[in-house]
């Protein structure tokens, strides 16, 4: 008896051959029906590639049969052009040989009688050649050309074949009495024709065109004229041959031509001369019109028709060739696609073979897998829901909780077991809870409601979720239930409060911005109460700009911060305060009296107040800071004014103030609103007057110690056409302040390179340079330096004839960025000139970095200078800086003697004011200029005399 042990391996291994017996089974049915598979695909595409060949064939078949008659239909063409030719050549054989004397005008007649243009187009002439001998080519030769024969006779028996008539008779290439004997071109087919008493066609020839001169290719046909008697079949030719030729030539492309237009579009037609020129291509047609024969090749031409036509002796060859843009409209590639199609579907068919043949084993396994697939996606779909980080419940009509899932219970306001059956009433606050049911009794009208969104306190902070609903049928009771998914968005939610904080708030000062402001004052005057007043106060740090450039940014927005705190602790916490932008804020102060008088009164009240809170000083690390402000008030009252206008009038009297002195407040009257429309006036002329001419410049002579001009500084001047000449002050300061001073700047500059390419080319004007004032805005654009260079190099002027003159503002930050734009142009010549210099925050260790090369005394130093000990210490400082730094000194503003002297004395070199000379035009300038230099120095001698040696020590004035 075997072991159990035993049977039961036994029976193991039976299962197992079992097992495989199957998997044999099934692999030798799987590969009979593969096989069925592949023969089903074959056969379908042997059925595609017979029906691709045929397709192709026929494809080709009407291709060559298209080019075929096209090419015979050119053929008949050629021919039907030659037979032309041969008419016309025969008729007036005939009208030669049935005539017993013709005159040229007969001839002439004869010929316009036939209409030969349209009878043969291409037709260049027709003549008559008549042949004599040596022996009486003289005599013979004048009786028939009526004149002297122009004929030199050779040899006895010599022949000759002047040419007596032709039309047209101003034909160049052919002309009355040449010897058509004389050229071997001529001679050959000439005698060809009398041997063979047909007509002969020559050489190519080049044909002049009569009205233009211009060469054409050509042919030119001979046919022999015998006597009436001479005619009849078989009589000798040579010499008892012909008494002359009908010579007949023709232009190949106008013969050509219509072949050319006849062909189909796309298609192109090759001439070539078979008989003497090998195949070489003589004129070449594509879409009916002539093409270089260098493009005439066979590129790219995959069929091409060659016909050969016999005439006058000569094979005349051509081909019809289709390029394959032409061959696609016939070889079109709808059929490959059908093809393919076929094979596709063959293959599918195959498929199909199989998966019906093996449908059974396919099914058995589908099912396992299907199951297999089930539990899978069970396990999974469990995983992803446990895996979701937002709360799932599923609830009824009237938000109830039926069902809950959730990976974090620390987002449910009570546990699970508590929640599950009670309603959203019952656990939420009512605000939340009536959110939710909005958002269910949309889902169950519309299927599903998202973007609700609900605040709730959770375990003592406040948590914000989006809620998303969505109908669902319960398969039970068929009651309708809904699925909600609560996600957790309070990051997202503190974000948007943030980003909202960002768009409608100063993120420097915590105050409102413009736009927020904006928004508020609008709601204000919409909702002031009849009878009251307000007041709209526009307030402005004074000298801001100087702390921000001298101490930096850093400094600056500490000082925005303190003086913002302040403001709002001086209007208090129920005003409107917003930063307006820059160093401008803007106050709405409601409901501060009933009447005129006591609005102006508390206005005035807290304008004082808050300068007094900003006149105390403000300690920023370790440095304090004093500073103050501008304010403009507009009262507001029931009128109906928008907030824009309000604004622009609060302006005005904020500007009013600070032309007051600063640090003080003013009130908006209408006088200001006058100068506020005049400005913005001025400011629409000005780019209207730059485009029409109304700008100019005057220069103001510069001279030396010797009297001699050695420059002029360009100065810009506007002639208004209503209000006459503005002052440069005030049309200058709003160019600066509306960025017009970028195009008017560098107008400026055109101006003034344009003046000295003129001056460079007068040896009296030659020498001169031209100072340029260069605003600070200007000069620190990035794109200064290109423009300026352009400018340069589109005048062809010398760049060391350009000084550019800059103020000491322009020069306090960014040294290092001007510094290297100053190297930039210095490297090309120009000149540098601190302009001002004094007036602004002069440092020594900016001047020493700075390629520099003149300082320029400021006017307001020289007015005073013989009256003021100080100004006279600044300007002999100044003149010793420039001395010891190497610099050129001038002194501008110089009105009297005086000034002159005791400039001499201190060792200025170099001057500028009305004492010399006051701003001039530029023809006026050139005048003055021609007519005051050289000045000779003795009316300074004087004066240098006194100045003494030092004088002559000092650096030499610029030339």
Same mark, same amino acid.
């Given at each position: 008896?075997?072991?159990?042990?035993?049977?039961?391996?036994?029976?193991?291994?039976?299962?197992?051959?079992?097992?495989?017996?199957?998997?044999?089974?099934?692999?030798?049915?799987?590969?009979?029906?593969?096989?069925?598979?592949?023969?089903?695909?074959?056969?379908?595409?042997?059925?595609?590639?017979?029906?691709?060949?045929?397709?192709?064939?026929?494809?080709?078949?009407?291709?060559?049969?298209?080019?075929?008659?096209?090419?015979?239909?050119?053929?008949?063409?050629?021919?039907?052009?030659?037979?032309?030719?041969?008419?016309?050549?025969?008729?007036?054989?005939?009208?030669?040989?049935?005539?017993?004397?013709?005159?040229?005008?007969?001839?002439?007649?004869?010929?316009?009688?036939?209409?030969?243009?349209?009878?043969?187009?291409?037709?260049?002439?027709?003549?008559?050649?008549?042949?004599?001998?040596?022996?009486?080519?003289?005599?013979?030769?004048?009786?028939?050309?009526?004149?002297?024969?122009?004929?030199?006779?050779?040899?006895?028996?010599?022949?000759?074949?002047?040419?007596?008539?032709?039309?047209?008779?101003?034909?160049?290439?052919?002309?009355?009495?040449?010897?058509?004997?004389?050229?071997?071109?001529?001679?050959?087919?000439?005698?060809?024709?009398?041997?063979?008493?047909?007509?002969?066609?020559?050489?190519?020839?080049?044909?002049?065109?009569?009205?233009?001169?211009?060469?054409?290719?050509?042919?030119?046909?001979?046919?022999?004229?015998?006597?009436?008697?001479?005619?009849?079949?078989?009589?000798?030719?040579?010499?008892?041959?012909?008494?002359?030729?009908?010579?007949?030539?023709?232009?190949?492309?106008?013969?050509?031509?219509?072949?050319?237009?006849?062909?189909?579009?796309?298609?192109?037609?090759?001439?070539?001369?078979?008989?003497?020129?090998?195949?070489?291509?003589?004129?070449?047609?594509?879409?009916?019109?002539?093409?270089?024969?260098?493009?005439?090749?066979?590129?790219?031409?995959?069929?091409?028709?060659?016909?050969?036509?016999?005439?006058?002796?000569?094979?005349?060859?051509?081909?019809?060739?289709?390029?394959?843009?032409?061959?696609?409209?016939?070889?079109?590639?709808?059929?490959?696609?059908?093809?393919?199609?076929?094979?596709?579907?063959?293959?599918?068919?195959?498929?199909?073979?199989?998966?019906?043949?093996?449908?059974?084993?396919?099914?058995?396994?589908?099912?396992?897998?299907?199951?297999?697939?089930?539990?899978?996606?069970?396990?999974?779909?469990?995983?992803?829901?446990?895996?979701?980080?937002?709360?799932?419940?599923?609830?009824?009509?009237?938000?109830?909780?039926?069902?809950?899932?959730?990976?974090?219970?620390?987002?449910?306001?009570?546990?699970?077991?508590?929640?599950?059956?009670?309603?959203?009433?019952?656990?939420?606050?009512?605000?939340?809870?009536?959110?939710?049911?909005?958002?269910?009794?949309?889902?169950?009208?519309?299927?599903?409601?998202?973007?609700?969104?609900?605040?709730?306190?959770?375990?003592?902070?406040?948590?914000?979720?989006?809620?998303?609903?969505?109908?669902?049928?319960?398969?039970?009771?068929?009651?309708?239930?809904?699925?909600?998914?609560?996600?957790?968005?309070?990051?997202?939610?503190?974000?948007?409060?943030?980003?909202?904080?960002?768009?409608?708030?100063?993120?420097?000062?915590?105050?409102?911005?413009?736009?927020?402001?904006?928004?508020?004052?609008?709601?204000?005057?919409?909702?002031?109460?009849?009878?009251?007043?307000?007041?709209?106060?526009?307030?402005?740090?004074?000298?801001?700009?100087?702390?921000?450039?001298?101490?930096?940014?850093?400094?600056?927005?500490?000082?925005?911060?303190?003086?913002?705190?302040?403001?709002?602790?001086?209007?208090?916490?129920?005003?409107?305060?917003?930063?307006?932008?820059?160093?401008?804020?803007?106050?709405?102060?409601?409901?501060?009296?009933?009447?005129?008088?006591?609005?102006?009164?508390?206005?005035?009240?807290?304008?004082?107040?808050?300068?007094?809170?900003?006149?105390?000083? @403000?300690? %920023?690390? /370790?440095?304090?800071? #004093?500073?103050?402000?501008?304010?403009?008030? $507009? +009262?507001?009252?029931?009128? !109906?004014?928008?907030?824009?206008?309000?604004?622009?009038?609060?302006?005005?009297?904020?500007?009013?103030?600070?032309?007051?002195?600063?640090?003080?407040?003013?009130?908006?009257?209408?006088?200001?609103?006058?100068?506020?429309?005049?400005?913005?006036?001025?400011?629409?002329?000005?780019?209207?007057?730059?485009?029409?001419?109304?700008?100019?410049?005057?220069?103001?002579?510069?001279?030396?110690?010797?009297?001699?001009?050695?420059?002029?500084?360009?100065?810009?001047?506007?002639?208004?056409?209503?209000?006459?000449?503005?002052?440069?002050?005030?049309? @200058?300061? %709003?160019? /600066?302040?509306?960025? #017009?001073?970028?195009?008017?700047?560098?107008? $400026? +500059?055109?101006?003034?390179? !344009?003046?000295?390419?003129?001056?460079?080319?007068?040896?009296?004007?030659?020498?001169?340079?031209?100072?340029?004032?260069?605003?600070?805005?200007?000069?620190?654009?990035?794109?200064?330096?290109?423009?300026?260079?352009?400018?340069?190099?589109?005048?062809?002027?010398?760049?060391?004839?350009?000084?550019?003159?800059?103020?000491?503002?322009?020069?306090?930050?960014?040294?290092?960025?001007?510094?290297?734009?100053?190297?930039?142009?210095?490297?090309?010549?120009?000149?540098?000139?601190?302009?001002?210099?004094?007036?602004?925050?002069?440092?020594?260790?900016?001047?020493?970095?700075?390629?520099?090369?003149?300082?320029?005394?400021?006017?307001?130093? $020289?007015?005073?200078?013989?009256?003021?000990?100080?100004?006279?210490?600044?300007?002999?400082?100044?003149?010793?800086?420039?001395?010891?730094?190497?610099?050129?000194?001038?002194?501008?503003?110089?009105?009297?003697?005086?000034?002159?002297?005791?400039?001499?004395?201190?060792?200025?070199?170099?001057?500028?004011?009305?004492?010399?000379?006051?701003?001039?035009?530029?023809?006026?300038?050139?005048?003055?200029?021609?007519?005051?230099?050289?000045?000779?120095?003795?009316?300074?001698?004087?004066?240098?005399?006194?100045?003494?040696?030092?004088?002559?020590?000092?650096?030499?004035?610029?030339?």
């Amino acid at each position: 008896m075997p072991w159990p042990g035993t049977i039961l391996h036994e029976r193991t291994g039976l299962n197992r051959n079992i097992r495989s017996m199957e998997k044999q089974e099934q692999t030798h049915f799987e590969v009979k029906a593969f096989a069925a598979a592949v023969i089903v695909a074959l056969l379908a595409f042997g059925i595609c590639l017979a029906y691709w060949l045929r397709v192709e064939d026929a494809q080709r078949r009407d291709l060559d049969a298209t080019l075929r008659q096209e090419a015979q239909q050119a053929s008949v063409l050629l021919v039907n052009q030659f037979n032309a030719f041969d008419l016309v050549a025969r008729s007036v054989k005939g009208f030669i040989e049935g005539s017993e004397a013709v005159t040229a005008e007969e001839f002439k007649s004869f010929t316009a009688s036939l209409n030969l243009p349209h009878v043969t187009p291409g037709l260049h002439n027709v003549g008559v050649a008549w042949l004599v001998s040596s022996t009486d080519a003289v005599e013979r030769s004048s009786q028939l050309l009526l004149k002297k024969s122009p004929l030199e006779t050779g040899p006895a028996g010599s022949e000759y074949a002047p040419l007596l008539y032709m039309a047209p008779a101003q034909s160049i290439s052919r002309t009355i009495g040449q010897d058509i004997l004389a050229d071997p071109l001529s001679r050959v087919p000439a005698r060809m024709a009398a041997e063979t008493r047909q007509l002969v066609a020559g050489g190519k020839t080049q044909l002049t065109d009569p009205a233009d001169g211009i060469q054409h290719l050509g042919y030119t046909l001979f046919l022999p004229v015998y006597e009436p008697s001479d005619t009849t079949e078989g009589a000798a030719a040579w010499p008892q041959g012909p008494e002359g030729w009908v010579v007949l030539s023709f232009r190949l492309a106008d013969l050509l031509a219509p072949l050319g237009k006849s062909l189909q579009s796309g298609l192109q037609l090759r001439f070539m001369d078979g008989a003497q020129d090998g195949l070489q291509v003589l004129s070449a047609y594509a879409n009916g019109e002539p093409v270089a024969l260098a493009q005439a090749a066979m590129t790219g031409a995959q069929y091409s028709i060659r016909e050969v036509t016999r005439f006058a002796g000569r094979d005349w060859v051509f081909h019809v060739d289709a390029p394959s843009s032409f061959i696609a409209q016939y070889m079109g590639n709808s059929h490959s696609w059908i093809a393919m199609a076929g094979c596709l579907l063959g293959i599918c068919m195959g498929m199909i073979a199989y998966l019906l043949m093996t449908a059974r084993y396919r099914a058995e396994r589908l099912a396992f897998d299907m199951t297999a697939r089930m539990r899978r996606i069970a396990g999974e779909m469990s995983d992803t829901l446990n895996a979701i980080p937002d709360l799932l419940f599923e609830m009824d009509q009237d938000v109830r909780y039926l069902q809950l899932r959730t990976a974090n219970g620390d987002d449910l306001l009570l546990p699970p077991e508590q929640l599950i059956g009670k309603s959203a009433w019952d656990v939420m606050p009512s605000k939340a809870a009536v959110a939710l049911k909005m958002a269910i009794d949309e889902a169950h009208a519309q299927g599903r409601s998202t973007g609700t969104r609900i605040e709730l306190e959770i375990q003592g902070q406040p948590r914000w979720f989006e809620l998303s609903v969505a109908r669902k049928t319960h398969m039970d009771s068929g009651s309708e239930r809904f699925i909600v998914l609560s996600r957790d968005i309070t990051e997202r939610a503190l974000a948007e409060k943030k980003i909202h904080q960002l768009a409608f708030f100063d993120s420097l000062t915590g105050l409102p911005n413009r736009v927020s402001f904006l928004a508020q004052a609008r709601e204000i005057l919409a909702s002031l109460a009849p009878g009251g007043y307000s007041a709209l106060l526009m307030l402005d740090i004074d000298n801001f700009k100087n702390i921000n450039d001298q101490w930096g940014h850093a400094m600056g927005d500490a000082l925005l911060k303190t003086v913002a705190a302040r403001i709002q602790a001086a209007v208090g916490y129920g005003a409107l305060v917003a930063r307006f932008g820059g160093d401008e804020f803007i106050v709405f102060i409601r409901d501060i009296g009933t009447g005129h008088a006591e609005a102006r009164q508390v206005i005035e009240s807290i304008c004082k107040s808050m300068l007094t809170e900003l006149s105390h000083p @403000i300690r %920023i690390e /370790e440095y304090e800071f #004093f500073t103050s402000l501008s304010v403009g008030v $507009v +009262l507001v009252s029931q009128e !109906a004014v928008a907030i824009g206008e309000l604004i622009s009038r609060a302006d005005s009297a904020m500007y009013q103030a600070k032309a007051n002195g600063k640090n003080t407040f003013s009130f908006y009257d209408s006088s200001l609103q006058k100068e506020l429309l005049e400005r913005s006036a001025l400011e629409h002329d000005m780019r209207i007057g730059l485009s029409s001419g109304q700008f100019f410049l005057v220069y103001q002579p510069q001279v030396n110690h010797l009297g001699q001009i050695i420059g002029a500084e360009a100065l810009c001047r506007w002639q208004h056409p209503y209000k006459g000449l503005i002052a440069p002050q005030r049309f @200058i300061d %709003i160019a /600066e302040k509306n960025g #017009f001073i970028f195009q008017l700047g560098s107008w $400026v +500059l055109q101006q003034a390179c !344009a003046t000295l390419a003129v001056w460079q080319k007068d040896p009296d004007l030659c020498h001169l340079r031209i100072a340029i004032n260069v605003s600070s805005q200007q000069f620190h654009h990035p794109d200064f330096v290109d423009q300026l260079i352009q400018m340069i190099a589109a005048s062809a002027v010398d760049p060391g004839k350009i000084e550019l003159e800059l103020t000491e503002s322009s020069l306090s930050h960014d040294v290092d960025v001007i510094a290297e734009k100053m190297r930039q142009l210095k490297s090309l010549g120009i000149y540098f000139s601190l302009d001002d210099f004094g007036t602004g925050y002069s440092s020594l260790a900016y001047i020493k970095r700075l390629p520099l090369d003149q300082l320029k005394i400021d006017q307001s130093f $020289v007015r005073d200078v013989i009256v003021d000990s100080n100004d006279a210490a600044i300007v002999q400082t100044i003149i010793s800086l420039g001395d010891n730094l190497g610099l050129h000194v001038i002194a501008e503003g110089v009105e009297n003697a005086g000034q002159h002297q005791f400039l001499m004395q201190n060792r200025c070199l170099n001057f500028q004011g009305y004492l010399f000379s006051r701003p001039l035009g530029v023809v006026d300038f050139e005048s003055h200029v021609k007519t005051r230099y050289p000045l000779s120095p003795e009316p300074l001698a004087g004066e240098m005399q006194q100045a003494g040696p030092a004088v002559a020590l000092s650096h030499p004035a610029h030339p």
